[in-house]
């Protein structure tokens, strides 16, 4: 429908705009501020597009001048628009050059700290490199393995409690994930011809969550099989490890124990780090419970049922294997309360290894 009316609100309309665009342009102090407000005249539901919805009630004979004025407008607002738009972005270069000059003397941002090897796998290495500078050589073997290496060749009864549901994570029947890396022993016995010297680094899992113990962990195997291998060869290599991994002056004690894959066995305690007074006695602390002594390992003559089970000689071949944890070790050296520490993977507690 159209009315006279229309034309002339129309042309009210524009020039009430055409009055007051070019300062409001002005008026806008950035960028954004200035596109706000040209989408206020412009945009979709901007003032002159309104306008624009008008145009239909113009009368036929009207509407081509009207139209004309229209768009004389939109092209005033949007020739402003450009014009301010250049101003702005010409006064922000002025200042940026204006401003004071960059310091180039300024130091560098410093460089992201770099990562460090986890405590487990320094303590690892570490156990590693005293064993291997005694002489002992690396051997490796499989994670998932076979029950007879794991448990029947090294002389565990058939009704040993470690072969459990209960204790071993089992894959399919008759092999399990290796319950610990005294499995190397019987895989280097069936393969090399002795006289040998090995450890066997690697991890080891059970059925186990606790404070000390994880179901999955580090061990450290060390074995050596030679002729007329004694406790006395045993003791001497458990002392130099000692010395050197914990420090001079280290004492190493043996108590019996009891390990299916050994006899005789034992148990083995070195001298707590923390306690040590300056005469070499321990005063006994909170790390050792008062003893002064801190377990670290099991040890022992190879069991000839092991050598037998190996085809080797027992007659002929003697040798001692000794075992120990990795997480055990490193809690020992660095005063860690709770193994699980280890594994939580916190940035705040690696970070102080
Ligand atoms: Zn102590």
């Known amino acids: ?36 407000e040209n989408a206020k005249i412009l945009g979709k539901k901007g ?8 145009m239909g009630a113009v009368p036929a004979d009207a509407r081509k001048s009207i139209g004309e004025l229209v768009n004389a407008v939109k092209q005033e607002v949007e020739g402003a628009f450009e014009d301010r738009l250049k101003a702005l972005a010409r006064a922000a270069r ?21 990562g460090h090897a986890h405590p487990i796998s320094k303590v690892r290495d570490e156990i590693v490199d005293v064993l291997v500078s005694l002489g002992f050589a690396v051997h490796d073997g499989p994670e ?22 209960q204790d071993s994570f089992w894959t399919t029947s008759g092999t399990l994930l290796r319950t610990h890396t005294s499995n190397i022993q019987i895989r280097a016995m069936t393969s090399h011809a002795p006289p040998m010297a090995y450890i066997a680094p690697g991890v080891v899992y059970r059925r186990d969550d606790d404070a ?15 002729e007329h291998v004694t406790l006395a060869n045993l003791r001497g290599v458990l002392s130099e490890f000692a010395e050197r991994f914990f420090g001079a002056g280290t004492p190493v004690r043996l108590r019996p124990s009891y390990f299916p894959f050994v006899e005789p066995g034992a148990e083995v305690d070195v001298g707590c780090p923390f306690c040590r007074r300056p005469d070499g006695t321990r005063a006994g602390c909170s790390v050792c419970k008062r003893t002064g002594w801190i377990e670290i390992l099991g040890c022992g003559m190879i069991h000839p049922v092991v050598f037998e089970s190996c085809g080797i000689d027992p007659e002929k071949w003697t040798g001692f294997a000794f075992g120990m944890g990795v997480e055990r070790v490193a809690m020992v050296k660095y005063g860690i309360p709770d193994l699980r520490l280890l594994f939580e993977n916190s940035p705040r507690f690696l970070a102080q290894f």
């Open 144 to 165: 998932v393995e076979l029950e007879e290496n794991n448990f029947g060749k090294l002389g565990f009864p058939p009704d040993h409690p470690a072969t459990d549901m």
């Open 94 to 114: 002025a200042a940026e050059l204006d401003a004071p000059a960059f310091d180039l003397t300024l130091p560098a941002r410093p460089p992201s700290p770099l």
């Open 1 to 36: 429908m159209t009315s006279p009316d229309a034309a002339g609100s129309i042309q009210q309309s524009l020039a009430s705009l055409r009055a007051t665009f070019r300062a409001r342009f002005e008026a806008a102090s950035t960028e954004q501020a200035l596109r706000d």
């Open 212 to 226: 000390t113990h994880s179901p999955m962990f580090h061990q450290i195997e060390c074995f050596l099989v030679d």
């Open 47 to 54: 003032e002159l597009t309104a306008v624009l919805k008008q």
